[in-house]
């Protein structure tokens, strides 16, 4: 059974850093395209960046040059560094499988990060 | 790059259908999208991927009430059956290799 397990999350000042972590099970992490998705309080889904599993990334405008995607293939684990954090960031932050199919077939159940003084 | 383009809100009786629509915008009529179900204070969750030709295919566990059709550029999320806990807001969602995930502004399904 896939599942995604999101951590991490939680109440930082603006300018802080956070990683989050996302423990996937029934599934290689490293063989898939991977996602972070996130929604702010009241809205749509954004997304916010993928790492294809040849290790290309890419980036939302939105978060380029302050946010990094990584995974650690021996845990099985995707990782969201987010540097420089801004109130506009507060939102829940979904891991997810894909689009290596060309569409996110996989969900976790969120982490939200609150960026407030 | 392409555009989704979900109606804000819908509504639809107990035990009636609905059939909601995403539409892909100019030059981008071929793409696959996808479907998901947001249920209130919950994680989406993966329905269906729809290819333009209307070929569907389920998410594990995805009730037969919901199906998937096609037509040009749009993309149609037909439930039926109406239940309860269909209320709800459903995303499409596409990829494309230069704008990589793209979603729809959702549709928001009260279930009168």
């Known amino acids: 059974e896939v599942q995604l397990v999101e951590s991490g999350g939680g109440l930082i000042q603006p300018g802080g850093s956070l990683r989050l972590s996302c423990a996937a099970s029934?599934?290689?992490?490293?063989?898939?395209?991977m996602s972070w998705v996130r929604q702010a309080p009241g809205k749509g889904l954004e997304w916010v960046s993928v790492i294809y599993s040849g290790g290309n990334t890419y980036y939302a405008d939105s978060v380029k040059g302050r946010f990094t995607i990584s995974r650690d293939n021996s845990k099985n684990t995707l990782y969201l560094q987010m540097n420089s954090l801004r109130a506009e960031d507060t939102a829940v932050y979904y891991c997810a499988r894909g689009p290596d199919s060309l569409c996110i077939d996989y969900w976790g159940q969120g982490t939200l990060v609150t960026v407030s003084s | 790059q392409p555009v989704l383009t979900q109606s804000s809100s819908a509504s639809a009786s107990l035990g009636s259908s609905v059939k909601l629509t995403c539409t892909l915008s100019s030059g981008h009529s071929s793409y696959i999208i996808a479907w998901h179900q947001q249920q209130p204070g919950k994680a989406p969750r993966y329905l269906m991927k729809?290819?333009?030709?209307?070929?569907?295919n389920k998410g594990s566990g995805v009730p037969d009430r919901f199906s998937g059709s096609s037509s040009g550029a749009d993309r149609y999320l037909t439930i039926s059956n109406l239940q309860s806990e269909d209320e709800a807001d459903y995303y499409c969602?596409?990829?494309?290799?230069?704008?990589?995930?793209?979603f729809g502004g959702g549709t928001k399904l009260t279930v009168l």
């Open positions: 729809l290819e333009g030709s209307g070929i569907y």
């Open positions: 969602e596409t990829w494309d290799s230069n704008t990589q995930v793209v």
């Open positions: 029934g599934f290689t992490v490293s063989s898939n395209y």
